[in-house]
């Protein structure tokens, strides 16, 4: 069965130095999500891409964040300046197109976890 | 206001009962999407059943039912014949303005539920 895979799994980096995550969604998914789940906490949306940009985002998307896909397969998720509070849990997902009867189901990765010192 | 509200942070059910998570849910779309994932211990989402705002009939997907009450906006999650491997984070979520294309997920803050031997 097909599934969105997610590298590294675990990631530790220091403040002020530049992460990226890295997502290979499902192959005949049209649309890629990332979000994030501080620890305890719940899952919040960051952003959606679709057609090769951003076509929503939230207000914890801010000029630090970044998105790409820089090939067919390929979907990440840059961090330019990492601060303490940016470490938790990083989902992607992705989905199909909508149709009128039935929206998308977004299917998750296993998740990054990211731990800034 | 929160758009996806789940009031019982932690649930504990005998192995081979059944158990409802309770998720209540806020929007003034006519069209939107109710979906449930689960979070074992090792952090993946996995994604458990939809039920969508325009099905007459409330979903089955094995042993995990939704108990959709529209007029009173919930959306509980019913799983039948407990199994140990049930014991995990229970998210409920929802996907506005389904003809709009992509679109996030709200999450709501999850229940955790202990199955018991």
């Known amino acids: 069965e097909p599934e969105v895979t997610q590298t590294p799994s675990h990631q530790v980096t220091q403040m002020g130095q530049e992460v990226i995550l890295r997502c290979v969604p499902i192959?005949?998914?049209?649309?890629f999500y990332w979000y994030r789940q501080i620890l305890g906490q719940k899952v919040e949306f960051l952003v959606s891409?679709?057609?090769?940009?951003?076509?929503?985002k939230s207000e914890i998307f801010d000029d630090q964040f970044s998105v790409e896909r820089p090939d067919g397969s390929n979907f990440t998720l840059k961090i330019r300046s990492t601060k303490l509070e940016d470490s938790a849990m990083y989902f992607c997902?992705?989905?199909?197109?909508?149709?009128?009867?039935?929206?998308?189901?977004?299917?998750f990765g296993p998740g990054t976890r990211l731990t800034v010192l | 206001a929160q758009k996806i509200t789940q009031t019982q942070p932690g649930m504990f059910v005998q192995e081979k009962e059944a158990v409802t998570l309770d998720c209540t849910y806020d929007?003034?779309?006519?069209?939107?999407?109710l979906f449930w994932y689960k979070q074992p211990s090792s952090g993946e989402m996995i994604f458990l059943i939809y039920q969508g705002s325009y099905d007459e009939q409330n979903a089955t997907e094995g042993r995990y039912s939704l108990n959709f009450q529209k007029a009173r906006k919930s959306a509980n999650l019913v799983i039948s014949a407990s199994q140990l491997g049930d014991s995990a984070m229970y998210f409920c979520?929802?996907?506005?303005?389904?003809?709009?294309?992509?679109?996030?997920?709200?999450f709501g803050t999850g229940t955790r539920l202990t199955v018991i031997p």
């Open positions: 192959s005949n998914h049209l649309y």
């Open positions: 997902a992705s989905s199909t197109r909508s149709t009128d009867s039935r929206p998308d189901t977004q299917y």
């Open positions: 929007t003034s779309d006519q069209s939107y999407g």
């Open positions: 979520a929802m996907r506005e303005g389904l003809r709009r294309g992509a679109n996030n997920l709200f």
């Open positions: 891409f679709y057609n090769n940009e951003i076509s929503e």
